[in-house]
């Protein structure tokens, strides 16, 4: 009785462990499945596109997107997207579909959805690439460099 007793009690420690250690995470969507939470609710949307190759996309991955303020906030809302900007992955959105044509030529070829939301006039493509947009979906912000979670929760 004993031996069972303890043992029954160890599992609920280590079940009230592990739980209390899981973090809160962001809900991340893909474009498709962006696009069926617009048709239920309008909220604005935050997209951030990155590659691995990126060192400030992933210190924002592991120093912003972990903050739980930051967290909560995007998860209350905005709908988040993260996307790789060179993946291959062909993406259906608003009746289109899109695709990566440079990786046909290029070695780093930038997919159209983020050569499409996060290009500016003149000046080349470059990663860390984030988009806010209303829910509207118009921008209200890009931002192309590395930022801290208090500078993204005033964007925000």
């Given at each position: 009785m004993k031996k069972s007793t303890f043992l029954s009690l160890i599992f609920i420690v280590i079940t009230t462990v592990s739980l209390a250690q899981q973090k809160e995470e962001i809900h991340w969507k893909t474009f498709p499945a962006l696009e069926e939470a617009l048709k239920e609710e309008q909220k604005p949307v935050f997209i951030f596109f990155y590659a691995d190759w990126c060192a400030y996309c992933k210190k924002i991955k592991r120093q912003v997107f972990t903050n739980p303020q930051v967290i909560e906030k995007l998860n209350t809302d905005y709908y988040a997207v993260m996307m790789d900007a060179e993946s291959?992955?062909?993406?259906?959105f608003d009746g289109k579909t899109f695709s990566n044509e440079q990786a046909k030529t290029q070695r780093n070829g930038i997919h159209e959805i983020p050569l499409l939301?996060?290009?500016r006039n003149d000046i080349p493509f470059s990663l860390p690439a984030t988009?806010?947009?209303?829910?509207?979906f118009k921008v209200k912000k890009r931002v192309f460099e590395y930022y801290t979670s208090e500078e993204i929760l005033e964007m925000l």
């Open positions: 291959k992955e062909r993406i259906a939301l996060a290009s988009v806010i947009l209303t829910k509207d």
